[in-house]
């Protein structure tokens, strides 16, 4: 697909960050279940919670702007995720692989910010109010994601993963 226009581009964006959320919905159980901290499970378990319900929006917002939602693979996502999974694979204390599962999703609540703050604009710019209403919503999510991810960092894990390495 070329992408002429800014509707073009705005396509191209929703059906990537389309793509990154499926591949996150798969991937975040197997994070929650490495986690150690009680905490970062449960706060894992409730994004994907959260997670389904962005796929389900990004799928209103397809209906609405009549975009299929078939496209490529988001590979930035799958080599976020692809980056994490190998993370969980090293040898490392407990503690350390919590701030190491962090650390991974909060660079993917990053990229997921980026791609919905672009969408959220062009949507906006190009008249469609309900969609950029809707890709708000979802960005708001991601903020409160990262920031309740740097919470439970600060506020025991990585305590826990500096001790460690006394």
Same mark, same amino acid.
Not at 40 to 64: C, D, F, K, P, Y
Not at 141 to 161: V, Y
């Given at each position: ?12 964006? #929703? @059906?990537?960050? *389309?793509? +990154? ?9 197997? $994070?929650?279940? +490495? ?7 449960? =706060? ?16 209103? %917002?397809?209906?609405? $702007?009549? #975009?299929?939602?078939? =496209? ?6 799958? =080599? ?7 993370? $969980?694979?090293?040898?490392?204390d407990d503690e350390v !692989? ?5 650390? +991974? ?5 990053? *990229?997921? #910010?980026? =791609?919905y703050g672009c969408a959220?604009? *062009? ?10 209403r809707m890709l708000q ?10 920031? @309740? $991810?740097?919470? %439970?960092?600060?506020?025991? %894990? ?7 390495? !006394?």
């Open positions: 697909m070329k992408m002429r226009t800014l509707q073009d581009l705005l396509v191209h964006e #929703i @059906k990537d960050l *389309y793509s +990154a959320e499926k591949q996150l919905v798969k991937a975040l159980p197997k $994070l929650a279940k +490495a986690a150690g901290s009680h905490d970062l499970r449960a =706060g894992l378990e409730s994004h994907l919670t959260e997670t389904e319900g962005h796929v389900n929006r990004l799928e209103e %917002i397809m209906e609405q $702007l009549e #975009i299929p939602n078939r =496209g490529p693979k988001c590979k930035a996502m799958e =080599g976020l995720l692809e980056e994490g999974h190998e993370m $969980l694979d090293e040898a490392m !692989r919590d701030a190491a599962i962090i650390s +991974a999703a909060q660079r993917v609540e990053h *990229y997921e #910010i980026a =791609g959220r604009t *062009y949507a906006e710019q190009l008249g469609f109010e309900e969609a950029a919503e979802t960005l708001d999510e991601e903020k409160a994601a990262d920031e @309740k $991810l740097t919470h %439970i960092a600060r506020q025991h %894990i990585n305590l826990e993963a500096a001790q460690g390495s !006394r």
